[in-house]
């Protein structure tokens, strides 16, 4: 069974930017979906963005759409979440998840959780 372990979180002005790194041990990525997804309290995860493990295809929620980046480093064993142009809105828990077989935008297709890490948008 792969873990996952998140950094990168921290505290950013409104139109800063984060990089999020998901390292994983275990099992490799390569073989796996990866996503990031974000709660806020009160609230459910929401998705976020997805790299498949086919080809690495990506997809994102309409809200990080043009400012988050997702990628993968096969021989580092690692994902990333490039956030650009961060907005208070996205101030939440970020968490990194891994799946076998396709994608999906659901938490609960998700087996393999990290800790996950705060992300704070000062206005």
């Known amino acids: 069974q792969a873990q996952l372990v998140e950094s990168g979180g921290g505290l950013v002005q409104t139109g800063g930017s984060l990089r999020l790194s998901c390292a994983a041990s275990g099992r490799t990525l390569s073989s796996y979906t990866m996503a990031w997804f974000r709660q806020t309290p009160g609230k459910e995860r929401e998705f976020v963005a997805v790299?498949?493990?086919?080809?690495?295809?990506?997809s994102y929620a309409d809200s990080v759409k043009g400012r988050f980046t997702i990628s993968r480093d096969i021989a580092k064993n690692t994902a990333a979440l490039q956030m650009n142009n961060l907005e208070p809105e996205d101030t939440a828990v970020y968490y990194c998840?891994?799946?076998?077989?396709?994608?999906?935008?659901?938490?609960?297709?998700?087996?393999?959780w990290g800790q996950g890490t705060q992300v704070t948008v000062s206005s």
């Open positions: 998840a891994a799946k076998t077989g396709s994608t999906s935008y659901s938490e609960s297709a998700y087996a393999i």
């Open positions: 790299s498949s493990w086919i080809g690495g295809r990506t």
